[in-house]
């Protein structure tokens, strides 16, 4: 399963906006910057605030007016289809690993039980023990 582009574009946006943030704190650490003795601190966070719901707001009307999240609805019955056939194959070898896991299952089960077996066996003859063994 692939991912898209765009994933990877929003995650390296969030990890770059994370070491921004990390460099404005360590600007504040080195001039000595205290933002919460600043009387200007309130305004100056109100206006961040209110810009980025404004370029939030105004990038989700652009992308409404480009139909940037419209789906084709000619294709959508082509990529159901698609979808469904996959999903069919990939039902089918998750049913056979399975089946091969829970023989594999089994096998170790029987294969530790012999196992088990065999040690306390030898271990009674060691020992000279006379009782009867299972």
Do not use: C, H
């Not at 943030?21 to 003795?37: A, E, L």
Request: charged share 20%; glycine share 6%.
């Amino acid at each position: 399963m692939g991912f898209s582009v765009q994933y990877f574009f929003m995650n390296t946006l969030g990890i770059l906006g994370n070491i921004m943030m990390v460099f404005g704190v360590d600007f504040w650490v080195i001039s000595g910057y205290q933002p919460f003795r600043d009387s200007a601190f309130i305004v100056i966070v109100g206006i961040v605030f209110l810009f980025a719901v404004a370029l939030q707001q105004g990038i989700l009307f652009v992308g409404r007016e480009l139909n940037v999240w419209q789906v084709d609805k000619d294709n959508i019955n082509k990529i159901l289809a698609k979808r469904s056939k996959e999903d069919e194959i990939d039902l089918n070898i998750e049913t056979q690993i399975l089946n091969i896991y829970l023989q594999m299952d089994d096998k170790i089960k029987t294969q530790t039980r012999d196992i088990a077996i065999n040690y306390i066996v030898t271990e009674l003859i060691k020992n000279n023990y006379n009782s009867k063994i299972p």
